[in-house]
């Protein structure tokens, strides 16, 4: 038996069919380290695929660089950079091929490995999808010359036993290697998802087939109760189309769905763009305008934008001086920014790329590349905003962003849950009367959990970490944002600055500026991040350019 153009017919709608069956599974392995969409993003995924991916092919490469191009298109977050690739190699070995046996399934999978490893940087051992794949690889290997059915549920047994192997494995690569030891206990989500979709190849071969595809157009659901919505798909889309209609003299969206400057900045300046997730309004796309960002995506909720999109903001943002691309410290931002970046230079594109991460909680110091990405990302957005609106070049602008993080500390603390706005189900669980310090914007653990406190002893437990943090900057001047998390009233915030600014002054440090909002949420949780940025003379006037944007203006009299 071998693969061929009527299983790869087959293959699709079938792997679509057992994301949806196994969604609430990888959801629940998944909201163990943030924010429990995994199942979700891989049925929206294939759902996608299935449906855009449609015989007759020329040949079995075809539809698998089909399938790749969709993939990258539509997946975003973590899992959309390394599905795309794999499913790629297909498209390469398979070209001009109408039947696949077992020795180019090993080529396929081999070459994918390569692939895959090539963008994540990911190796055995580290908690990730690779863990999966190594084994099917072997195990085909080890059948190369047999047929191709037994040697492909060998590959699947071998992928699943090494998911189960992750269970037991500290997390190397990404998010939830943020969290430490507390990421063991649990099978790795992307693992699994690899693991499955091994399985659809045997299912097909066995012969399964799949239902129909459901209408494009469901039923209209109904909001979840104490969500303000039309419908769980539009979120994103609505938000944005909603603070484009806001303010129109500052930013407007693109028919791709891309927000960009109303009034572009000047030939010859420096372009700033970044790619996330939604559901952090107002997030990045409060930060579009002059002396900011000249052009943002989002991705779908709790998801980051894919990196084809991200490279379309970065030629909306170019102005014939090169793209300094933001990348926020999380996995899937930092894999589709890989992607963008590739595909902007493509397109001849200058672009320098610029990852930030500023939260204490996740690394030391001396592992500063390591520290995931919070609400101190504000004040290089602002500096690197205000050097390239001046007029710096490209490499100029790109060392302000990365000298201000350097400078920058932050610590987040959660009181409460948020709900998920498409589903109204709780993100991740905390006792009431309890807190968690150290946590991430899905809510991701802490470092710290335990009773409540008043405001002014959490504030003075950030600032005993915060401020020995940037002690070896000879600064003693320092800018404060104080963020709320979505679900935190003003009241409060102002309550937690006044204690930090005390704080700061009973510590010998001058105050500078200060912001207090709600600026990087997750839905309606309740907490705040503290984040520090210790100024020299160059950010501090950087810092004082004037910027405005939906959410942020500079000055503010």
Known sequence: MTFEMAHLEELFPVLREIFEDNQAELNRLDSAIGDGDHGHTMVRVFRAVDREVRPPFEDLGEGFEAAARVIAERAGGAIGPLLAPLFAEGGRVWVGQSRADTASFAAFLRGGLE??????????????????????????????????????????????????????MRAGRGRARFVGARSTGHQDPGARSLALILRGFVEVLEGRTANPLPPEEPAQPEPPPGKLINHPDEIVREDNRGLA???????RLTASGILVRARPKEQGKVGLTIGHGGGHTPSMGGFVGPGLLDADVYGPIFTCASGVRIAEAV???????????????????????????????QNGLEVEPVVLGDDIATAPRERLEDRRGLGGLLFALKTGGAAAERGDELEQVAAVLEKTNRRTATLAVSVSAPTHPATGEPLFHLAPGQ??????????????????????EIIYKLLDQLVPDLAGFDSRRVLVFLNGSGGTSLTELHILYQDAHRGLTERGLSVEAGV??????????????????????????????????????????
């Open 115 to 168: 692939a895959v490893q090539a963008v994540g940087l990911a190796e055995v051992g580290e908690k990730t999808l690779v863990d999966a794949l190594h084994p099917a690889v072997r195990a085909v290997l080890d059948e190369e010359g047999g047929p191709l059915l037994p040697a492909l549920r060998a590959a699947y047994q071998a992928a699943d036993a090494g998911v189960r192997r992750t269970a037991g």
């Open 245 to 251: 209609l806001a303010y129109p003299e500052l930013v």
């Open 315 to 345: 030629r909306l943002a170019d102005r014939g001086a090169g793209v300094v691309l933001l990348v926020s410290n999380h996995s899937g931002d930092v894999l589709n920014a890989r992607l963008a970046h590739h595909l902007a230079e």
């Open 435 to 456: 807190i968690e310090i150290g946590t991430g914007v899905h809510g991701e653990v802490g470092v710290y959990q335990g009773p409540h406190l008043p405001a002014a």
């Open 516 to 557: 207090v909002d709600s600026f990087f949420t997750t839905g309606e949780m309740g907490g705040f991040s503290l984040s520090l940025c210790a100024v020299d003379e160059e950010l501090l006037e950087l810092w004082h350019e004037p910027a405005a944007g939906p959410s942020f203006r500079w000055p503010r009299a």
